[in-house]
């Protein structure tokens, strides 16, 4: 089942056929590190600072030629947004820090799923403490695939799912 994760993403991402599959393949670094190998493949969001998130570095993205300054502008905005709503409540902020994280990661996501629409891209979030994401083609087979096999080889405790 692991080796067939590793085959999967192969299809997804074919500059990695050449690349040895990590002989360790239930650990975590080791198959992000595989995922890099070459490119940005896989991004993390840093927890502490939403502005972290890997859009730069995705070369998937990248090669698409998408405007990374907008879609960081519009991030940006529906954060400063949520930031002025804080601001304006009474509440003590560190009641709201978990909803904080959680409404991060909405926005990012959402505006990374509405950039990649037109080109027949899947988002997968992989549920840790810091969140990884990638961007692959969009094939339900392949996706199903890549589900299934990823959480059967690193557990169920931190998933990975498609952001529809």
């Known amino acids: ?5 590793y085959e ?3 299809i997804a991402f074919p500059e990695l056929n050449d690349t040895a599959i990590p002989e360790e ?4 670094e080791h198959f992000v590190r595989w995922l890099n190998s070459y490119y ?3 991004q993390k969001i840093e927890l502490d600072d939403f502005r972290q ?6 070369h998937r993205l990248q090669q698409l030629g998408i405007d990374l300054d907008e879609l960081k502008n519009q991030i940006n905005d529906d954060m400063a947004s949520f930031y002025q709503m804080y601001e304006s409540e009474e509440e003590e902020t560190s009641d709201m820090h978990g909803y904080d994280f959680e409404f991060s990661f909405d926005v990012i996501f959402n505006h990374i799923k509405i950039f990649i629409e037109p080109y027949e891209l899947s988002l997968l979030v992989i549920e840790r403490q810091n969140p990884y994401w990638l961007l692959v083609p969009h094939n339900d087979e392949l996706i199903d695939r890549i589900i299934v096999t990823y959480n059967h080889t690193f557990g169920d405790e931190e998933p990975i799912q498609l952001i529809e």
């Open 1 to 5: 089942m692991r080796k067939t994760l």
């Open 8 to 10: 999967s993403l192969r």
């Open 25 to 28: 393949q239930d650990e975590f």
């Open 40 to 42: 940005s493949n896989i």
């Open 53 to 58: 998130n890997g859009i730069d570095e995705c």
